[in-house]
């Protein structure tokens, strides 16, 4: 063994996944400094003797990144570079009763709704006071909002729920304090993230209380942009497209999953709509938040889709022209509804049909983008790229969407700030322009 005697307790914290799982990796982070641990996010050395590994079990290629990294700090345990090794997360919440089996290594497994017993674990208690307060890992200036914690719906192919557990939103009170605090730290930008953030409030206010959420959220001194992801299309309420269109600070756009464009698939998929409602929500959007930017995430290749459901959707996409497209390949996921399919689509035509999405949508990016050329928008400067600095619209959400590259030698910009960038050119996912306005 390398390292002689103990080292001071410091935990360093590994986040996998989505967006979610980031939002718990930094409420436990601000809980273990609340009390007087310290702490690291993604350390790139070994200098903690504690590694807690906030895991995700969505689908396979996640499940085995999680499954690498355990066996990473597994390995540097056995080094002994690091003294513990606990996991929580999907992952965990998931398979814990095989991984316990599987890597006896690693001294303790948290579901996720477990952040108590995890802190007793590392000599911590959960402090209430605390609540609204959190240290951010990603750049201060946008943040992550975490609206409300599970899921309530029966989309056949999710596994999700199996890992998060039922819907509970979070009250409006400790979302705005959240916000607050965070608006005091420098953010500017609020992504509210949830698994159904349309189904907000219907639980803890017995209605659809999304618009009221944005409402109160949109007062809060200094967040000059709310975003709003993971919208689901069956029973939208309609009343919060007009907060959005009234209020200057929430940006016209919606990330709305809508997995397939086949009334028959969608059926199939326990979505409880149609393509026809479908269509007809997302000319709603466009008519009630004009110039609104629509994203959405489909699936290929879930059990029993034929071609012609394939070639209904890819009408779909041709006629619905969305602003920002991702499409995953079908995952057979076990205790899912759509496990009890079988998975009879091959690997290679799942792929032949995620790729000709992708192609036919990159078409439309092109032709939406290159209308912009000419135009100027207020953009959010997330980083310096060699000369150039990187920002996004309004219509851009960071990590999944387009960037906007300000060339800008001459003007003084700075991380963080808003500019007004009129853009020269052009390409399927980036703009390219120079400042024309400083905004501070
Ligand atoms: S709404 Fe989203 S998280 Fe919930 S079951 Fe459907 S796909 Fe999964």
């Not at 802190?119 to 890992?137: F, M, S």
Request: net charge negative; with cysteine; proline share 3%.
């Amino acid at each position: 063994m390398k390292t002689r005697g103990l080292k001071k307790t410091k935990v360093n914290i590994v986040t996998l996944g989505c967006s979610k799982n980031l939002v718990d990796s930094e409420v436990l982070l601000t809980q273990l400094r609340g009390n007087g641990i310290d702490v690291i996010h993604e350390s790139k050395k070994d200098d903690a003797n504690i590694v807690v590994i906030n895991t995700c079990g969505f689908i396979d290629n996640a499940k085995q990144e999680s499954i690498d990294t355990i066996l990473r700090y597994v390995d540097a345990k056995e080094e002994g570079l690091v003294e513990k090794v606990y996991v929580t997360g999907c992952l965990s919440q998931r398979y814990k009763d095989d991984l316990e089996k599987e890597i006896p290594q690693v001294d303790a497994w948290f579901g996720t709704r477990d952040l108590s017993r995890l802190l007793k674990q590392l000599n911590a208690n959960y402090k209430h006071e605390l609540v609204g307060e959190r240290i951010l890992t990603n750049p201060s200036h946008f943040a992550y909002l975490k609206i409300s914690e599970g899921c309530d719906r029966p989309c056949s192919f999710c596994a999700i729920p199996l890992m998060r557990g039922g819907h509970i939103s979070r009250p409006i009170e400790e979302l705005v304090l959240e916000a607050k605090n965070l608006a005091k730290n420098g953010t500017k930008e609020l992504l509210l993230i949830a698994q159904d953030s349309t189904y907000y409030g219907l639980d803890l206010y017995k209605k659809r209380n999304l618009a009221e959420l944005l409402k109160h959220l949109s007062d809060v001194e200094g967040i000059e942009w709310i975003r709003l992801h993971y919208a689901f299309p069956t029973g939208f309420p309609t009343d919060a497209l007009d907060v959005m269109a009234e209020r200057s600070n929430i940006c016209k756009y919606l990330d709305i999953p809508l997995q397939h464009g086949s009334s028959r698939m969608l059926k199939l998929m326990r979505r409880g709509t149609t393509r026809e409602k479908t269509e007809q929500l997302l000319q709603t959007l466009r008519e009630k938040v004009p110039g609104i930017a629509i994203r959405t995430t489909l699936i290929a290749g879930h059990p029993g889709e034929t071609d012609e459901d394939f070639n209904e959707m890819m009408g779909f996409v041709e006629r619905s022209r969305f602003d920002r497209l991702g499409v995953f390949s079908y995952s057979h996921e076990e205790n899912t509804h759509s496990h009890s399919m079988e998975d009879n689509i091959p690997a290679d035509i799942k792929q032949e049909r995620v790729d000709a999405i992708m192609e036919l949508q990159q078409g439309i990016s092109f032709e939406l983008n290159q209308a912009k050329i000419g135009r100027s928008f207020k953009t959010l400067i997330d980083r310096k790229e060699g000369r150039a600095f990187v920002g996004r619209t309004e219509f851009d959400s960071p990590e999944v969407d387009n960037e906007v590259i300000i060339e800008s030698q001459e003007n003084y910009l700075r991380i963080g700030d808003f500019t007004t960038v009129k853009i020269h050119s052009a390409t399927e996912f980036d703009l390219t322009g120079k400042p024309s306005l400083l905004f501070v």
